[in-house]
Structures are given as C-alpha cells and as structure tokens.
C-alpha cells in the first residue's frame, strides 16, 4: 500500500524498524518521545488493526485499546492500557499521567508530564455507511520551543471489528495542513466534531505568529 509520509514538524530522529507494523525498541523512548509517534507514522498504513469488545457502551475504549496494543512502546500509550485496565481518576501524583475519558462523547486521552508534555489522544465520528472514522493524536510539546505531532485516521467496519487505515482521510488532512509553516498543536474534539489546529512560528524577537485552522467534519473527510 502507497504511503504518505509527511512530517507535521522539523526533522525526527531515525530507528531501525522491525518487521511489517513493528517498530524497534529502544531504551532512549522518554528521552526521545518524538521519535517514536514519527517511526509509528511511518507503519501505521500497513496496520489494520483487531477491535475486541470488551468495554460495552464505551466504543472509544475498544479502539484505545487496539491502538495503544499494537505501540505500546510509546509512554502515553501504555499509560493508556494500564488506565484501561481499570478506568479511574488517575493524577500525575498516583500515576504518572492523567485521563480524560468521555465514552458518551467517543473522547479519550492519556496525558503525561515531566520533561516533556505529551499525550495520545482519540475520538471518533459517525460516517453514513455505519462505520466510524477513528481519529489518533500522538503529540509531544515542548513548552516555548516547538510540538512535535502525528495524527492518524482509521475506518471502523463494524461487522468485521477491524480498523483499517484511512490514507484518504490522511492525506486530505496533510494536504490542507501542509500549507501552514511552523509547529502544529492539535486540538480533537471532545464535544463537537471539528478539528482545530494552531500552526506556531517563533520569531527571532522570541514571539509568536499563530495561524489558527479549522478542519471541518463533512459527515465523511474533512475540509478547512
């Protein structure tokens, strides 16, 4: 399957991939978050991913599950399995991140700190054909320097239970985005269904020029 590969920031450090869907391990990964959400983007296309039902009534919890098993390797995404595991209010304090779950809105999120702030974060949209678009945020900001981000899309069958990776979708978003200079901060929506993008460039005066972008949902892809 033909890949897109565009990178929403500056340059990524490079891993070794492994086999088909597979990225390499490394011990560097929460010194280096960025290199992994680039090295899943790299992958993801090739994935499509098995949903299990085991959160009945919260839909956006089977596809967090499915996406965060598949990379597990990636901090925020473990986080996310082991507040999947048994959903609670977790503080950085107890656990090292924090959630944000809102089943009834198809919204969930994992939220970590420390040296740097980055988070996976999902929601979904109802399409016509009685699938749902999944949408993934992997995102890593460095507060008054840059953001580094990827965002995936998935088609949600549900009479197969499978994820299949939406390049459409994909590229339609890259295409719109891939006009704006600077460093992208997304926003998914938890209410809502549009999503907001800031595009930040820092000038030499150490201030900022924002470019604020709204993808909106047409019932089936986006558009700005």
Known sequence: MKK???????????????????????SDRDLNPETYIFEIQKVW??????VENTFPQAQIRNFAKAFSSQYPDYRPNEAMIDYLKKPGDYTWEEK?????DDPRNGYIKCDCGGQFDYMTEMCYWHRSNGHQLVGVLMQVGYEGEKC????LFYD??????????????YQTVMDILSKHKGSLFFRLPQEGKDIEVS???????????????VLKWTGNNFKK
């Open 4 to 26: 897109h590969l565009i990178l929403l920031t500056m340059a990524c450090l490079a891993m070794i991939t492994t086999t088909r869907g597979q990225i390499a391990k490394s």
């Open 45 to 50: 296309a090739e994935t499509p991913l098995k």
């Open 96 to 100: 090292h991140y924090y959630a944000v």
């Open 148 to 151: 580094d981000a990827a965002i």
């Open 156 to 169: 949600f069958d549900p009479k197969t239970q499978r994820m299949i990776p939406d390049t459409e979708v």
């Open 199 to 213: 595009a930040v460039q820092w000038t030499p005066e150490d201030d900022f020029v924002y470019d604020d972008i």
